[in-house]
Structures are given as structure tokens and as C-alpha cells.
């Protein structure tokens, strides 16, 4: 899993039309998992948590996906890479990513609009 930083470029490949984004904040979905219990060696339930990022569209190739679109990566879908100098993040797939102008994506965006307001960032253009 790659380390998340903010301002960092995430690359996807997206079957030949690139598209560029930058991370604009690093949030964590918590959620029920299961782990062994190390004295009785039984599972049980736990709260973990998994590191995502809220990114912005910079450049694009593909025409679906327009300048300034916002979407959500798992943090464990990135790997770094070091291109022409600079250390970024590639993800080879599109559609894993979640993007919030798509239809039935209202979660997506919703959930960047809370995690803005939990920080008492009201952007207007978000």
C-alpha cells in the first residue's frame, strides 16, 4: 500500500486515455472486521479502519471524465513510482474508483461533502 500523502499526482492508465488527479485530503472508512482473538484463538468482530483518498480530476483524455471531477480511492489499490524525477501514485483500473458526478454515486459525493464539513472546510465548489 502506498504511503497517501495531500498535492500528491495519482496516474491511471484507463485503457490508453490518461487521467491525472491530485490528492486533495486523506480520510479512513472504518468498518467491522474480523481478527483472531490471540488467547482463545477464536475469531471475532473489530473496528478497523482503511486509509482513502478524495482526489481532483487535473487532466484528462477521456471525454466521460471532465476537468475537476471528484472521486475516492482506496489507499491500497496506489503504488508508488518514481516518473521523470517526481515520486507518484498509479492505479492501473478506472473503474474501481468511485466518482461522485456519476449516476448512482450519490454516496461518493455525499461522503466528500461530510468528511469537508468535518473539517470546516466549506468549499463552495465542491
Known sequence: MAYLKPNMTVFMANNGQPIYSTIDKIAFRK???KKRDKKTGKMKRARRAMPYAIC???MSSDTDIPTGAQFTIAGYQLRNVIMKGEKILTFDQKYVAD???EYGNKWVRRMILEEFKHDGDDNENR
Open 99 to 101: 466518482f461522485a458526478q
Open 31 to 33: 468498518y467491522w472486521g
Open 56 to 58: 481532483s480530476v487535473k
